[in-house]
T-cell receptor
């Protein structure tokens, strides 16, 4: 019954590889996000989708490409992984623009 | 500028002490929302409270209380009689306009260690 679930929880991969992280929410929310949390715990928004439409696209390398097949899913694909991409990536969803966000458990990505 | 400042990077207390985590924000929006989240060592982000800019009533939930003061642009969080399980990183966040949407602006977090 997890509200926001993302897979995998851990991802270890080599530089240059391409990887994807999947996110699904069963809350019926219209808006979904991807955040990156670095080693100092700083949370930075990457993307926001509202009803499958890209709303917010912060300054993120174009190696990162979000895809939303429907409003319950927001996946993150990363090409040509670099060491600096190592971080915890959180998916989140919100019902409306004034409400709280619910977060997935995070995906710890380690690029070696 | 739209930002959230959590000046306390790390706080260490002994169990049963009261502790206040500070949050100061800046925004040009007249309507905005403030949030607190907890991130325990297990890593998940847990929602604690939401407050809108028109509601300055303080809130109490068990050992947790929040003091919202628009005059000082602050939304401080107090834990009374702290417990070891309160050890976590606590984030304050501000919901601001972003085009036709809103986004959350996050503070850098305050790491709270409650020692037995």
């Amino acid at each position: 019954d997890t509200a926001v679930s993302q897979t995998p929880k851990y991802l270890v991969t080599q530089m240059g590889n391409d990887k994807s992280i999947k996110c699904e929410q069963n809350l019926g929310h219209d808006t979904m996000y991807w955040y990156k949390q670095d080693s100092k715990k700083f949370l930075k928004i990457m993307f926001s989708y509202n009803n499958k439409e890209l709303i917010i696209n912060e300054t993120v390398p174009n190696r990162f490409s979000p895809k939303s097949p429907d409003k319950a899913h927001l996946n993150l694909h990363i090409n040509s992984l670099e060491l600096g991409d190592s971080a915890v990536y959180f998916c989140a969803s919100r019902r409306g623009v004034h409400t709280e966000a619910f977060f997935g458990q995070g995906t710890r990505l380690t690029v070696v | 500028a739209q930002k959230v400042t959590q000046a306390q990077t790390e706080i260490s207390v002994v169990e049963k002490e009261d502790v206040t985590l500070d949050c100061v924000y800046e925004t040009r929006d007249t309507t905005y929302y403030l949030f607190w989240y907890k991130q325990p060592p297990s890593g998940e982000l847990v929602f604690l409270i939401r407050r809108n800019s028109f509601d300055e009533q303080n809130e109490i939930s068990g050992r947790y209380s929040w003091n919202f003061q628009k005059s000082t642009s602050s939304f401080n969080f107090t834990i009374t009689a702290s417990q070891v399980v309160d050890s976590a990183v606590y984030f304050c966040a501000l919901s601001v306009e972003a085009g036709n949407n809103r986004k959350l602006i996050w503070g850098l977090g305050t790491s709270l260690a409650v020692n037995p």
